[in-house]
């Protein structure tokens, strides 16, 4: 037997520590949080997206009465990205969430299905995307791609 160990990596920053563009970019996801429509769980997420060429993409959830019809935030503007820039990678992902009490103190993690669709653009575009997960205590950045948020993960390598 031996042991494998799968180390992650997670910066935590205040939104002070971050550059003005990051600010920006955070700041898109918080407002795209308010476009949100949650009338089900009354959780509102938004997200935004910088491509490598600058363009800034956002979306947030999308809930349905038919709940598993609905969409989360992180794959609503992924998946509008990829369709409207079909030939842009993309850069980094924020993601901000809100309450009916507003902005959380910490951030929310994206779900497994969402990790499993950021997996797949990092390796559509062959480019690691940079993941800001928005708090208004603290933020999060993992720096180098959703592999360290989704360890041991299944992609297209498996299918050749
Ligand atoms: N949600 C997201 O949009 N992103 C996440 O990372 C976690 C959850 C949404 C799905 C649903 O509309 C609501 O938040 C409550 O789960």
Same mark, same amino acid.
């Not at 939104?15 to 550059?19: A, H, K, R, T, V």
């Given at each position: 037997m031996r042991e494998m160990i799968l180390q992650t990596s997670v910066k935590v920053y205040t +939104? /002070?520590?971050?550059?003005a563009e990051d600010r920006q970019l955070i700041d898109a996801a918080r407002k795209a949080t308010e476009r949100s429509y949650a009338p089900y769980s009354k959780f509102n997420v938004g997200a935004a997206v910088r491509l490598v060429d600058g363009t800034v993409v956002t979306g947030n959830n999308q809930e349905n009465a038919? +709940?598993?019809s609905g969409l989360c935030a992180e794959r609503t503007t992924l998946f509008w990205a990829n369709a409207q820039y079909p030939d842009v990678a993309v850069d980094t992902i924020v993601i901000a969430a809100r309450s009916e009490g507003g902005e959380l103190q910490v951030p929310i993690p994206p779900c497994g299905a969402c990790r499993q669709v950021i997996l797949e653009v990092e390796k559509r575009y062959n480019r690691t995307i940079r993941i800001v997960l928005y708090g208004k205590r603290e933020c999060y950045v993992i720096? /180098?791609?959703i592999k360290a948020l989704l360890p041991l993960c299944f992609d297209s390598d498996f299918l050749e």
């Open positions: +939104y /002070d520590e971050f550059s038919a +709940y598993p720096e /180098d791609g």
